[in-house]
């Protein structure tokens, strides 16, 4: 299904039941951010707040739950477009014995060419409107978090042009506004546009950028789709849509636009030109993205439709809003990699607690000793899943979709002597755990259960630990805060612990010395967070866990009664503690003048019963400093 505009968008959630809209004035500028988080956190309607101080109004949280994204993407659900890429790609591909067989295929491929994105001539809707002076103030652009270095587009749909194949890429990149014809360009070096940049800059020429927002929704969610180089987001938002995307040229620069996006800004980057600093952002991980240099883009024109809607997203603590745009990729992009790489994948998982890049799940159908290790070094080889931090391949009859049974099941089938693979490799640049930016440790956990080739020399003959034996432990050790061995009584032998790190090696002596104890008997995993977390709450643990980390040097393999464990630092890294020299940035909360703000306009928005700030829960672990942490 394709939208014709953001507004038919709009019309198709309000006659769903999936939208409110809010009359009352909220400040683009923190408030909008407090009252998203805390609709985003209970299942919340997509809302569209028409009083933003501006000309225009905002739609945000649109693609906020599984309905709302399967909505956006014109299916019933998810796994839909899935199935439609296997089909269509088993029609294409399989073996045509006939004349008759191969006239069956031509309708399939009238639809295929029906998709392609097509240039047409005259003026798009998106250009109704041609700003006299372009200025991105006069745009209701919110500033997120309390230390965001400033107000951020977080749906901008970047579109460049590949200089040597003349391809183009559409990406979703921030973009922070400085002056009213002046933004950054968060362009990580993994990226496309980023490649595109700098074949610019060998050859001295300014780089033409055009910026659109809204339109089809589909066209924000293939921005951000893992496709592979070279191939063109247009064409994914045609299949999708089951519609071609007619472009037109804009009025500054050689680009060409979706006609019916909401607004178009127009520019250019000067590769000659001085970086600028952007940041800090609160960004999809719970943590400030800290301030970094990044390309300047000089805005020449906006453009927009009479009735333009302004879209918007906010990123922060998981679940947010982009959970369900992952949730999206990772049921889309399955059948690709299944039929074109990995046929013995049945399935996958990216648990919110990871945050995309930190935590992947893998199902396969297992036909050999070592067939774990093989599909974990196939996608640490597969574009954007080189950044996974942590991979667990499983089979037989875990259901990767339940958090107790995938733990269940590595309890079960996992000796941390054996089945633990750590390396190193390219991580995501917003990964703040890692030594060096941008490179760091990785583990694989080979979760499948074991072929006689595989299974360990020695097994583990102990009894099961129980959660009562871990009661004296605070005692025993005064800098632990806190114990949850909780999950040993279902079956799953790991226990979290808080801890009050004090000096050099404290965590890895404090490891041994736990497993030296009857507790520790026969528990496989345990993993150690900073004194102010919050250890009974397993989801935040596992959030915070798997930021903090760097599986390979912050593991601790120990031995003891007649066994091998795995311990995990996951702790706040220091310079003073760890030799640790970068700068580790604080998680994101709304502050207390912003809370007591929107608590007091609540009853006025039109959004049920009040419901408290998410922050509140997590203000006592924010660390002294702005978005940099302050010892």
């Known amino acids: ?35 998203i988080d805390r609709l985003s956190k209970h299942d919340g309607p997509a809302v569209l707040f028409e009083n933003t101080g501006t000309d225009f109004p905002i739609l945000i949280n649109a693609m906020g739950s599984e309905k709302r994204m399967s909505m956006a993407l014109g299916v019933a659900h998810l796994d839909d477009i899935a199935k439609q890429l296997e089909q269509l790609f088993k029609t294409i591909t399989a073996p045509k014995n006939s004349f008759l067989e191969k006239l069956k295929v031509l309708p399939q491929l009238g639809a295929i060419s029906s998709w392609m994105p097509k240039q047409i001539s005259g003026r798009g809707a998106c250009q109704e409107v041609v700003m006299p002076q372009p200025d991105i103030t006069k745009l209701p652009v919110m500033t997120c978090w309390p230390e965001d270095g400033g107000p951020f587009l977080t749906l901008p749909i970047i579109q460049t042009l590949d200089l040597v194949t003349n391809i183009r890429n559409v990406g979703l990149y921030r973009m922070q506004v400085f002056e009213p014809t002046i933004t950054g360009m968060h362009w990580h070096r993994h990226k496309v546009s980023a490649r595109h940049f700098n074949e610019y800059k060998k050859l001295n020429r300014r780089m033409p950028v055009s910026v659109t927002l809204g339109g089809d929704p589909c066209y924000a969610y293939c921005a951000t789709a893992p ?26 620069n050689d680009l060409y636009v979706p006609a019916d996006s909401d607004f178009v800004i127009e520019g250019y980057v000067d590769p000659n030109e001085d970086f600028i600093l952007e940041g800090p952002f609160g960004d999809h991980t719970g943590y400030y993205s800290l301030a970094d240099f990044y390309p300047k883009f000089h805005i020449t024109c906006i453009t927009h439709r009479k009735d333009a ?45 990871g945050v995309f890049h930190n935590l992947v799940i893998v199902k396969i159908h297992k036909e050999y000793p070592g067939h774990a290790l093989k ?22 009859d875990c259901n990767i979709h339940d958090v107790m049974s995938i733990a269940q099941h590595i309890s079960k089938n996992v000796s941390a002597e054996s089945d633990f693979y750590f390396t190193q490799g390219p991580t995501d640049v917003l990964d703040h755990a890692c030594t060096r930016m941008s490179f760091g440790g990785k583990v694989g956990i080979d979760a499948t259960i074991k072929w006689d080739e595989e299974k360990p020399l020695h097994t583990n003959k102990n009894k099961q630990s129980t959660p009562n034996q871990f009661a004296e432990i605070k005692n025993l050790f005064p800098e632990i805060t806190n114990v949850n061995a909780n999950l040993l009584a279902s079956d799953i032998s790991m226990v979290f612990i808080s801890v009050e790190k004090n000096r050099k090696g404290h965590i890895a002596e404090l490891s041994k010395q736990l497993f030296e104890l009857d507790a520790f008997a026969n528990v496989n995993v345990l993993i150690l967070l900073e004194a102010n977390i919050d250890v009974s709450d397993i989801g935040n643990a596992v959030w915070r866990f798997a930021n903090n980390v760097d599986p390979r040097r912050d593991h601790i393999m120990i031995k003891h009664h007649q066994t091998t464990s795995v311990a995990f630092d996951g702790t706040r890294k220091t310079l003073m503690y760890d030799d640790f020299e970068r700068d580790w940035p604080n998680i994101l909360v709304s502050d207390e003048d912003t809370i007591a703000k929107v608590d007091a306009m609540w009853s006025k928005l039109n959004l049920g019963g009040l419901i408290a700030s998410p922050s509140l829960r997590y203000r006592n672990q924010v660390y002294k400093g702005g978005a940099v942490v302050k010892d």
Do not use: H
């Open 227 to 252: 496709l592979p180089d070279g191939v063109d987001e247009f064409i994914l938002a045609g299949f999708i849509r089951k519609k071609r995307v007619e472009l037109v040229k804009c009025l500054t």
């Open 309 to 353: 809607v302004y879209p918007s997203t906010i990123v922060g603590i998981p679940p947010q809003e982009d959970a369900w745009i992952g949730k999206a990729t990772e049921r889309i992009f399955l059948a690709p990699i299944k039929m074109t790489m990995l046929p013995e994948i049945i399935d996958m998982v990216l648990p919110v607690e």
């Open 375 to 396: 599909v974990m070094n196939s996608l640490w080889g597969a574009g954007q899943m080189m950044f996974t931090k942590m991979m667990i391949v499983t089979d037989g």
């Open 1 to 35: 299904m394709a939208y014709k505009s953001t507004r038919d968008f709009i019309a198709a959630l309000e006659s769903a039941g999936e939208l409110v809209r809010v009359k009352e004035f909220v400040d683009p500028k923190l408030e909008i951010t407090e009252v």
